[in-house]
């Protein structure tokens, strides 16, 4: 459906992303690093709501411990998040890790940045370098004057060279804005300079509402460019609303074939059944379903097989009652209080 820009292949762990591969979703737990049990819990619940690639904070040395506990519970990739100590990059690397993200530019010198290159050489370990407007060096803040679109793209470009100069290009790359324009461009800009694997973000998206909103348009927009081999929706709430947000949009452009797609009108004058009710009771009654199928619930005739025709199952509003239909044929009408009920039926024969 989309032209996707050609990307270097990439694998962590068990994952390949980039070189057309699918899109792999990512989420981060939140649980204290000191909390081992908690830790584990969560990336054991997070795997099984489809996680497919899990970052770790590993903020000082005892959380390296995290590292074994948690790959033994998930089958999923781990990826240590590190900031400023290079020590701990070395360690997580040791400890078995599957990815580091790192600023090469924040951890000390050149010397620094080379060991962990050669150790994540070594091991066949990709680095991803982790750019956000947060965290741009303070010369090239002073250049621009904030962080521009050009200066995340000179402070990405600074990392990648720094990897590249200790021979060292198993590298994948995120440049995140919380502005979704600015991130949006920078990710276009990139794309166009590099085939390293792009990890979408808008980081610091916000609340779960506004968050999604943000995540939907800038990661939507840069997927419909071909753009992006890997996506984390970052939510202040619940990481495994993440993994349902990030589904929802690969789903929404036909990049996730897992579960089911909803179809559903805003309702009108037409309409004379429970429509909002019923659409909620179905979505929910269908929140664990695996089949890649496409469900309407339609409020009258004019929306149902007629404008839904392309659903493979779905119902339309009547006085009191329901149309079940199929691919746009109608099968049966059905009581409004047996609907729910009826069309779930069909649909476990499916």
Do not use: W
């Not at 033994?72 to 990826?79: A, E, F, M, N, R």
């Not at 579960?259 to 019923?278: E, H, K, Q």
């Amino acid at each position: 459906m989309f032209h996707t820009i050609p990307s270097k292949s990439v694998t962590i762990g068990g994952i390949t992303i980039g070189g057309g591969a699918p899109i792999a979703i990512q989420s981060m737990l939140n649980v204290p690093a000191a909390d081992i049990e908690g830790n584990v819990s969560q990336a054991i619940a997070l795997e099984k709501a489809g996680c497919q690639i899990l970052r770790v904070a590993i903020p000082n040395n005892d959380a390296i411990a995290l590292i074994p506990a948690i790959k033994q519970k998930i089958s999923i990739p781990l990826v240590a998040d590190i900031h400023f100590d290079y020590r701990l990059a070395l360690e997580s690397v040791a400890a078995g890790i599957d990815k580091i993200r790192i600023n090469p530019g924040n951890i000390g010198d050149d010397s620094r940045v080379k060991q962990v290159a050669d150790a994540c050489r070594a091991k066949n370990i990709p680095i991803r370098i982790g750019v956000n407007s947060g965290s741009v060096e303070k010369e090239i803040l002073a250049k621009y004057g904030s962080p521009t679109v050009e200066a995340l793209l000179e402070s990405a470009q600074y990392h990648i060279q720094l990897l590249q100069k200790y021979d060292f290009d198993d590298i994948v790359v995120s440049i995140k804005a919380s502005d979704v324009q600015k991130m949006i461009a920078v990710y276009r800009a990139m794309a166009q300079l590099y085939a390293y694997p792009l990890h979408l973000g808008v980081t610091e998206a916000g609340t779960e509402r506004m968050g999604l909103i943000k995540s939907a348009i800038g990661i939507g927009s840069l997927l419909c460019d071909g753009i992006g081999d890997t996506i984390r929706v970052s939510l202040t709430a619940d990481p495994i609303k993440e993994i349902a947000a990030a589904q929802d949009i690969l789903r929404s452009l036909g990049m996730y074939h897992k579960g089911v797609r909803f179809i559903s009108c805003p309702t009108c004058g037409r309409t004379s059944i429970n429509l909002i009710g019923l659409a909620n009771r179905v979505e929910e009654a269908l929140a664990g379903c695996d089949k890649d199928i496409s469900v309407a619930i339609m409020g009258c005739i004019v929306n149902g097989p007629g404008e839904a025709r392309e659903a493979d199952i779905g119902i339309a509003g009547g006085v009191g009652e329901g149309l079940l239909f199929k691919k746009g044929k109608v099968l049966r009408k059905i009581p409004e209080a047996e609907i729910i009920d009826e069309l779930l039926r069909e649909i476990e024969k499916m």
